[in-house]
């Protein structure tokens, strides 16, 4: 399974036009955002690094490691998960907008809160419909199994 079975990969341009869109959204939290994808990373097995390109899903903007095959391995909510880089770059962003949607919560910032929420869902709802169209799909299912 890759992502391109779900999103369309933008090109670099498309991805230096997301991220400033994305700036001008929500300003220096796209610049937490970004800080804090990488400490997500960095707990998975085998990560070395990655360069991400930003990548828009419905009204929200995501870093996804594109075509990047390493394999890694995720662990959480007692499961353990071999997977690409590319695909745990999928984890990664939902892991983050749900705890910054929990951090934003606990802040009292409604705003930014109601915002990571709802950026969690757009995502999970795009993971939900793949899984939904191709059931025996183990990444995602244990991407559901990591999150859920």
């Known amino acids: 399974m890759n992502l391109s079975s779900f999103l369309t990969e933008p090109t ?16 220096a939290a796209a610049i937490v955002y970004e800080k804090n994808l990488y400490n997500f990373l960095d707990k998975l097995e085998g990560y070395r690094g990655s360069s991400s390109k930003w990548t828009k899903v419905g009204k929200f903007h995501f870093l996804f490691a594109w075509s990047d095959e390493t394999p890694v391995v995720a662990h959480g909510n007692y499961v353990e998960s071999e997977m690409t880089l590319e695909m745990a770059t999928v ?58």
């Open 12 to 27: 670099h341009q498309e991805s230096i036009k997301n991220n400033n869109e994305n700036l001008n959204r929500i300003g």
């Open 91 to 148: 984890l990664a962003n939902l892991q983050l907008c749900s705890a910054l949607a929990g951090h934003y919560h606990h802040k009292g910032n409604d705003i930014l809160c109601e915002w990571f929420g709802e950026m969690f869902h757009e995502l999970r709802a795009k993971c939900l419909d793949y899984w939904d169209e191709n059931p025996d799909c183990k990444v995602m299912r244990d991407i559901f199994r990591i999150i859920d």
